[in-house]
């Protein structure tokens, strides 16, 4: 947004209309040379006057630059800035961290579009656009366990991780149990007060060697909410797959089903919530009910910030001017002013 | 009278006065076309005079032999009619085309008064601004020359052909027209044309050398005095250049033409030349046609 420190000086410009009458619309005045050149009461020949017209043309040329010049310099005066307001957050928002899984199962195409997995990308997507002032981060899990992105308010850097995580780079197996631990670590010296983690998997544990109850405790002590979300339809489902280290394409038939009872266990001891997601759309509806009950009340104020932007207009005008004076002395050689 | 002027007659009057001599002594009749011999007495008869004149009617009246004298046809007027536009007052050199308008009707005036003839002038600009009916003398003269010297018109155009029509309304003896301009007007040719046919029409042009070459200036803006247009002139372009010198010369070219078709004596003078050589080397010419 543009804006002027004097606005005042706009009313120069109001002198412009006059100053152009007054010095180059000279119909009457003295500023020329008395010199006959045309036949008096002469209805047969052609005016000289109509037979070159390039220098009148020339004329006119420069001197629209130099009146824009003038114009310009005259903005320059009125001292434009560019205004930019932001948002400055002055409470702290919650740490979030969403723990995803990316076992084999996740490529279950039972998730419109794709499969499990990239619906809840773009759904996890959705839920860091929502999100202001909160800093989030990314563990994915699978038979390891590993930290993406830790908590940040770069939620562009966020995104760019989010987008590059890949099925099965963690190997095969469900470390329900490590993928919760491995959060807990990057939430346990946060100063943030509220701070909770969504877990999102298809799978049992079955890998890793911290039990998902035993992490769950350590999450009450240290005051970490585990919301819990358990996706994928019942029975058989196709998947297929790119091993990305490998470039091995897998697919199969996947009968799997997930441990409801161990999520709902690690929500309630924590004190958050298991939800079951059986399509998109529930998922979706999940985030979002996540993000209402997590909201926080945040304080914020607007920072005007401006940026003087004058130097540009003094050099644009600088510039027509002195092409108008050089152009009238040089090409044009006039003599009188 | 101011001194310089009073300084500029005297030079005009030597040049009037070298100039009379050439005329008169190649016969002011040759060079002026006047109407022939006119009668001018009978006296009586004396021994000598032809008998082919003897006057029979006044003989056998008084008893005595008279004779017939004549005389040439001695009473020319000669009638100047003077651009006194705005557009006159030019000069790229130190004498502008108004002083040399005076000086040629200086020169023809002083000429005119040494022999006898009658000075009519008109100055004109888009108006007739002066009339003065011919009338004799030195004196007469005189004033018309101070005058035109101080002049200030108070028109802003030339109707040249204003000042014809009256000029050809009011002479009705054949006289010497000398028409003294810039000739920077239009639509004239019929009135002087039709003012040839009946007296020995002059026509003066006075020009410049600007008028034909525009000097190689910047850019400025001129105006016209007389219709107040503005040109931006632009002396440093080749092709401005090329196209005043164009413009004028086919204005000039017709003129010369106009002029000889017309049968009307044309004389050229710049600003630059010396008018009475002009003068005194145009009546030479004229002399001997």
Not at chain 2, 205 to 229: A, M, V
Not at chain 2, 233 to 252: A, I, P
């Amino acid at each position: 947004m543009w804006s002027f420190e004097y606005p005042a000086a706009l009313l120069l410009l109001a002198l412009i209309p006059i100053l152009i009458y007054s010095t180059d619309w000279q119909k009457k005045s003295g500023a020329r040379l008395i010199f006959g050149f045309s036949i008096w009461g002469n209805s047969a020949a052609e005016s000289i006057r109509n037979m070159d017209r390039t220098p009148k043309n020339l004329l006119i040329f420069t001197r629209i630059l130099f009146w824009i010049g003038v114009t310009v310099l005259i903005i320059a005066a009125a001292g434009p800035t560019k205004v930019s307001k932001r948002k400055i957050y002055l409470t702290q928002g919650a740490d979030i961290i969403i723990v995803l899984d990316e076992s084999p199962s996740m490529s279950a195409q039972d998730f419109k579009p794709e499969n499990r997995f990239e619906a809840a990308k773009s759904v996890i997507k959705q839920f860091i656009h929502d999100r202001k002032n909160d800093k989030i981060g990314l563990v994915a899990f699978s038979k390891e366990a590993s930290l993406i992105v830790p908590p940040t308010l770069n939620y562009n850097y966020l995104l760019d991780s989010l987008k590059n995580i890949h099925i099965m780079e963690l190997g095969n197996g469900t470390a329900i149990g490590m993928g919760i631990s491995i959060a807990l670590i990057h939430l346990e010296k946060t100063s943030s007060k509220k701070k909770f983690i969504i877990l999102l998997t298809d799978g049992d544990n079955n890998a890793g060697r911290i039990l998902p109850e035993n992490a769950a405790e350590i999450a009450r002590q240290l005051g970490v909410k585990i919301y819990t979300i358990g996706i994928g339809k019942e029975g058989e489902t196709f998947i297929e797959f790119t091993d990305i280290s490998t470039g091995k394409v897998y697919e199969g038939i996947y009968k799997g089903k997930f441990d409801e009872k161990v999520l709902q266990r690690i929500a309630e001891v924590t004190g958050g919530k298991y939800f079951y997601a059986g399509d998109v759309e529930m998922l979706n509806t999940i985030f979002k009910r996540i993000d209402s009950s997590e909201k926080i009340k945040s304080i914020t104020r607007i920072k005007v910030e401006k940026e003087p932007e004058q130097t540009l207009f003094i050099i644009a005008a600088l510039f027509l001017i002195l092409f108008d004076m050089i152009f009238r002395k040089t090409v044009l050689k006039e003599i009188v002013q | 009278m101011d001194p310089l002027f009073l300084k500029k007659i005297k030079k005009i009057e030597l040049i009037a006065v070298k100039l009379v001599e050439t005329l008169i002594s190649g016969g002011y009749r040759s060079v002026f076309h006047g109407q022939g011999i006119e009668f001018n007495e009978v006296r009586e008869y004396m021994y000598g005079d032809d008998v082919r004149l003897i006057d029979w009617n006044v003989t056998s009246r008084m008893g005595n032999p008279y004779t017939k004298t004549f005389r040439e046809e001695r009473e020319l007027i000669l009638f100047s009619i003077i651009d006194i536009s705005p557009s006159i007052f030019y000069g790229s050199g130190p004498v502008n085309k108004h002083e040399v308008a005076a000086l040629v009707f200086a020169v023809l005036g002083l000429a005119a008064v040494y022999n006898n003839d009658k000075i009519g002038t008109v100055f004109f600009s888009n108006k007739i601004e002066k009339w003065v009916p011919p009338a004799k003398g030195k004196k007469h003269v005189l004033s018309l020359i101070n005058d035109l010297f101080s002049f200030a018109p108070q028109g802003t155009g030339s109707n040249l052909d204003l000042a014809l029509k009256t000029v050809s309304r009011f002479l009705k003896k054949r006289s010497i027209c000398v028409v003294l301009s810039d000739f920077k007007t239009g639509d004239y040719w019929k009135r002087l044309s039709f003012l040839s046919q009946k007296h020995d029409v002059i026509a003066v042009k006075i020009i410049d050398d600007n008028d034909l070459d525009f000097p190689r200036t910047g850019l400025i803006p001129l105006q016209d005095p007389e219709t107040g247009d503005v040109l931006y002139s632009m002396g440093v372009s080749e092709k401005f250049r090329k196209n005043y010198n164009k413009y004028w010369m086919d204005q000039h070219n017709l003129w010369k033409h106009n002029c000889r078709r017309y049968g009307i004596a044309s004389l050229e003078l710049n600003t630059k030349d010396d008018a009475g050589l002009k003068l005194y080397q145009f009546f030479q010419r004229r002399k001997q046609l």
